[in-house]
């Protein structure tokens, strides 16, 4: 028989590993400085050490910092303007949720051309030997889609798993993430298959900007959850689910499938941080690092920028 002094510890101890996870949703921001503005930030560590920032901005827009704390402007990827991304815009040069990574000696640089409510959207390719400003070659149409597709080509990772097969996830509201293989080649779609990998339908399909990460045996799948963009009244929030296959399923920490609305929440609304959403991670000396965007009390939105370590198989923000 179980003695009611063992029920009671149980239940101390998960309360305790309950208060524990939900404290770690409310962490704060590591310190940065210099220029600090961002939006739908990604971050890749340069074979030099440095670090290279792109960010949603008129054309695409670049920071750089030596040691990961100061932050300053590096200028457009494309400072003579981007016309192929018009037709999706509206004629705005404003580019959205850029993902930057290094591969095969050269950077790659996914990126979207779109309009607030509309899935008339595209997803481009450019690359570059240097990652600097004007040196950005136009790698041209990755994937779009319609105001008919019923999903949104937006908000582009490239994820390359442990058999170095190269994937995209991507997606914004409608009917959630997709996944799609890639030619390493060509950093395009090697075939048409999209596989849905998460959704809310019944949340109004309020979730986004995807970020695939593999760690130990799991693909772990980042998304941000309800509204951006909205300044300090912005609802965004970090959720994350794993899957032993990159294409899912996805589950989180008490086995819902992502597919459903699944998610578990790692960061959200807390004092004067507003909105915390649309993160990416990347490998560095200390660890995994997590960066995203909120808005501070006056609304601006401001890079954050936080460690990740690992916890009976879950990621936890310190």
Known sequence: MISLRKLAMGSILATTALAAMITRQYVGPGPVNGD??????????????TYLAAYTGDNVQLKTS?????????????????????????????????DISYHNGRYYLYYSASSFGSSRSAIFLATSATGASGSWTNQGLVIESTATSNYNAIDPNLIVDTDGRWWMSFGSFWSGIKIVQLNPSTGKPANNNLVSIASRPSNG??????????????YF??????????????????MVGRSTSVTGPYLDRNGRNMMQGGGTQMLATHGSIHGPGHNSIFADNDGDVLVYHYYNNAGVAQLGINLVRYESGWPVIY
């Open 221 to 238: 799948l980042w998304v941000s959850f309800d509204s951006c963009c909205q300044g300090a009244a912005s609802t965004y929030r970090i």
């Open 36 to 49: 600090t503005f961002i939006h739908d930030p990604t971050v890749v560590k340069t074979p030099s050490g």
């Open 205 to 218: 399909g309020a979730v986004e900007a995807p970020y695939i990460v593999r760690r130990g045996n799991y």
């Open 66 to 98: 030596t040691d990961r704390t100061t932050w300053r402007d590096a200028g457009p990827v494309f400072p003579n303007g981007a016309p192929w991304t018009t037709p999706y815009t509206g004629g705005s040069r404003n580019l959205w949720a850029p």
